[in-house]
């Protein structure tokens, strides 16, 4: 099974920052989403080709590289390709690369994948606030590797 991650949100949380005002204002880095982390060294562990898909620039790759070889993570040995759309949609990519499982934290990034494919995974807490009556972010994940 050929099975997706995006990064940022997704393998590496960062959490929200609001000024006092209640806006916001920045994000920090807090590691990884211990919620994705295991289902992601689970399927490297099952033999799946793992792959990373981000909406990143590749001249990020020593970062991602980084955390992806990071002691609590130890997981880049197990990753076929990481592939940065360079800002652009990952749906061409993911199709393209026969992906059978994608786990994302956007869910405009899983509109139009054929059913089953995408899998929303809920970012860090912080993100989950409300804000003018609206709420920011209600997501669930959904973990079935």
Request: avoid cysteine; hydrophobic fraction near 40%; charge should be negative.
């Amino acid at each position: 099974m050929k099975i997706s991650f995006d990064f940022d949100d997704t393998l590496l949380w960062k959490r929200a920052v609001f000024d006092e005002n209640g806006e916001f204002d920045d994000v920090e880095i807090v590691g990884a989403n211990p919620r994705v982390l295991p289902i992601l060294k689970r399927a490297i562990s099952q033999k799946h080709e793992v792959y990373i898909i981000t909406s990143r620039l590749s001249l990020t790759l020593p970062e991602v590289e980084y955390w992806l070889g990071h002691e609590q993570w130890k997981v880049l040995d197990g990753i076929k390709e990481i592939i940065f759309t360079e800002g652009r949609p990952k749906q061409p990519t993911l199709i393209e690369k026969g992906i059978d499982r994608h786990y994302d934290d956007d869910p405009e990034e899983l509109v139009g994948l054929p059913e089953g494919m995408g899998v929303l995974v809920s970012p860090h807490p912080s993100w989950l606030r409300e804000s003018r009556g609206e709420l920011m972010i209600r997501e669930m994940i959904r973990s079935v590797v």
